[in-house]
């Protein structure tokens, strides 16, 4: 079976640009959860994607936002990007919301925002 | 709030040779999750190892093993017979039962000589 995937793999943007980063899930999970990794830090939660619904956000400004689609895969979308948005993004996925369920995680996108 | 601290930046061990990587975190919850991620150069998060707060036996998989340490909010991971693939950062995170906020440390960059 197929891991979590992520496109692009790679993207450059400059400050003020509008940013979309997709993601699908391992077939049959249906939460996807999007966190940022700044160069040297461990990953900081942003939102959680359940059944289409939010079912959880993080300390992130309103310029972020998420949607998860009927198939379960999902976008993040960052508007007027600054510099300090540069960073990896992951997504992981999990079969349920709670609970000891593991995340899998995706290989991640690297934003850099010039 | 809940916080999870790495207070190693770096760790190195002989190849075959034990190493102990500290984590520690601060919490007012009773039910909660431990996890020790792996992440290697190519960028991808990989589950190490999980331990439920409720369960006082330290979980184990294979040459990885923790302490866990809820009173003194400790959860330390050891690999034994340490290989060059294990080189990688390593992440603590925390999270909550019914919390979809995964809580990750600074991480621990870890290196193996041959």
């Known amino acids: 079976d197929a891991g979590v995937t992520q496109s692009p793999t790679h993207l450059i943007k400059t400050r003020g640009q509008h940013v979309t980063l997709r993601c699908s899930p391992i077939s049959g999970h249906k939460s996807v959860s999007w966190y940022q990794q700044v160069l040297g830090q461990g990953p900081q939660f942003i939102f959680q994607?359940?059944?289409?619904?939010?079912?959880g956000r993080g300390n992130f400004p309103d310029r972020f936002s998420a949607r998860q689609f009927p198939n379960y895969s999902s976008e993040l979308n960052v508007n007027a990007l600054l510099l300090g948005d540069s960073a990896l993004y992951l997504c992981?996925?999990?079969?349920?919301?709670?609970?000891?369920?593991?995340?899998?995680f995706g290989p991640g996108t690297r934003l850099t925002v010039t | 709030a809940q916080t999870v601290t790495q207070s190693q930046p770096e760790m190195s061990v002989q190849e075959a040779e034990t190493v102990t990587l500290s984590c520690t975190y601060d919490t007012s919850e009773s039910d909660y999750y431990l996890f020790w991620y792996k992440q290697p150069p190519s960028r991808q998060m990989i589950l190490v190892i999980r331990?439920?707060?409720?369960?006082?036996q330290n979980a184990t998989e294979n040459r990885f093993s923790v302490n866990f340490q809820k009173a003194a909010k400790s959860f330390s991971l050891k690999i034994s017979d340490s290989q060059l693939g294990d080189a990688a950062m390593y992440f603590c995170?925390?999270?909550?039962?019914?919390?979809?906020?995964?809580?990750f440390g600074a991480g621990t960059r870890l290196t193996v000589k041959p």
């Open positions: 331990q439920e707060a409720y369960k006082q």
């Open positions: 992981a996925s999990s079969f349920t919301q709670f609970g000891s369920y593991e995340q899998y």
């Open positions: 994607y359940y059944e289409k619904e939010e079912r």
């Open positions: 995170a925390y999270r909550t039962y019914n919390n979809n906020d995964m809580r």
